[in-house]
């Protein structure tokens, strides 16, 4: 039985956004601020059209270039020939509604609700299991969530506004993107839910949801539109189809070669909410279940993220993440990873019984 995650910690850097052209990633090339509000003006609307470009850096990075041509294939376009990937050149926007997002970025005002998900979060797991909840390490953390944005290109569009300092009442300015709450992630109505009482990776595969049966009216309405899931290995894409048609897509991690991914065609059993993760390192990191483990307990830091999409394989799902730069560039132990905010829009799309292939 296989099971997934590991945790990853990873530094912050802040850079200001008038210093684009001097401190700009090696290969990138320099970039003035109209270079990198027609960037995140491309991310924002594809990422307002649910297909995820990854976090929204201001980048023409791979995941963009990946959600665009899947997005072209989506409207029966011919996506153009693959970029080098090392290479910031902006690819082929023409026939795209870009005028649609309008404002690039908006200007939000910290609230105190955005403070209340927010805590001291140890490094070392049997501390971690201790707490009630795995919390947001900082604002910034819960901020770069809540918009889609990697944390660095935040503090770059706000040089002064260290995040030591962020408080409720503070002016940021952000992309336009739909934001992602997480404090109504537990009202949220998924479909095919399952209880998240117990650890998600240890969810029997004969678990049923907890849906009640459908009402009259749903038993004479017209069928509902084929749902399907595809996980590409190979571009470490997600893609949801209706009917054959590719309706959205969102970029993810999946196994390494020493825990990988469950290749072959399975289906949801269901979805779970805020879910606790028995955290068994013998288990994740060899297969073998052990009587070391933590029972971690849910939060936008848990491992599995916010939500997690039951397989019809025992300790496999697609989940969220506590991580979501490394997204695309790091393994998972055997399950497929999204972003917090990817994961609850494709658990909004998929119930019981949805095959789900990866390939």
């Not at 850079?15 to 320099?30: D, H, L, W």
């Not at 996506?79 to 902006?90: F, G, I, L, R």
């Not at 971690?128 to 660095?152: C, M, N, T, W």
């Amino acid at each position: 039985m296989n099971s997934c995650i590991r945790l990853i910690i990873s530094a912050t850097l802040f850079v200001s956004i008038s210093a684009f052209s001097e401190k700009a990633p090696a290969n990138k090339g320099t970039r003035t601020s109209a270079d990198v509000e027609a960037a995140t003006r491309l991310q924002v609307f594809l990422d307002r059209a649910n297909f995820g470009p990854g976090k929204l850096d201001g980048y023409y990075g791979d995941f963009t270039r990946k959600a665009l041509a899947l997005y072209r294939e989506s409207r029966g376009e011919q996506p153009e020939q693959p970029a080098d990937p090392k290479s910031n050149a902006a690819p082929d926007v023409r026939g795209l509604n870009l005028a649609s997002v309008d404002p690039v970025f908006i200007t939000y005002t910290v609230t105190e609700a955005d403070m209340q998900n927010v805590g001291e979060v140890p490094e070392a797991v049997a501390e971690q299991a201790k707490l009630k909840a795995l919390p947001y390490r900082d604002v910034l953390e819960a901020i770069g969530e809540k918009f889609h944005s990697d944390v660095d290109f935040i503090a770059q569009l706000n040089p002064d506004k260290p995040k030591e300092t962020i408080k409720p009442g503070d002016v940021l300015k952000l992309p336009n993107v739909e934001p992602f709450d997480f404090a109504v992630v537990k009202d949220l109505k998924p479909g095919s839910e399952i209880s998240a009482h117990a650890p998600v990776n240890d969810i029997a595969d004969n678990e049923s949801p907890a849906d009640a049966p459908p009402a009259d009216s749903e038993k004479n309405a017209p069928p509902a539109p084929a749902i399907s899931v595809t996980v590409d290995t190979k571009t470490s894409m997600l893609a949801v189809r209706e009917n054959d048609k590719i309706v959205a897509a969102y970029p993810v991690t999946i196994g390494s070669e020493y825990t990988v991914s469950p290749i072959g065609d399975w289906k949801v059993r269901g979805v779970a909410k805020l879910p606790p993760f028995r955290y068994d390192e013998q288990m994740l990191n060899h297969g073998e279940r052990s009587e070391d483990f933590h029972m971690l307990p849910p939060g936008p830091n848990s491992p599995v993220g916010v939500m997690w999409i039951a397989l019809n394989k025992e300790g496999i799902g697609l989940h969220g993440t506590n991580e979501p730069d490394e997204i695309g560039r790091s393994a998972s132990h055997g399950c497929v990873r999204l972003a917090n905010w990817d994961i609850v829009r494709l658990a909004g799309k998929v119930k019981g019984g949805v095959p789900v292939a990866i390939h």
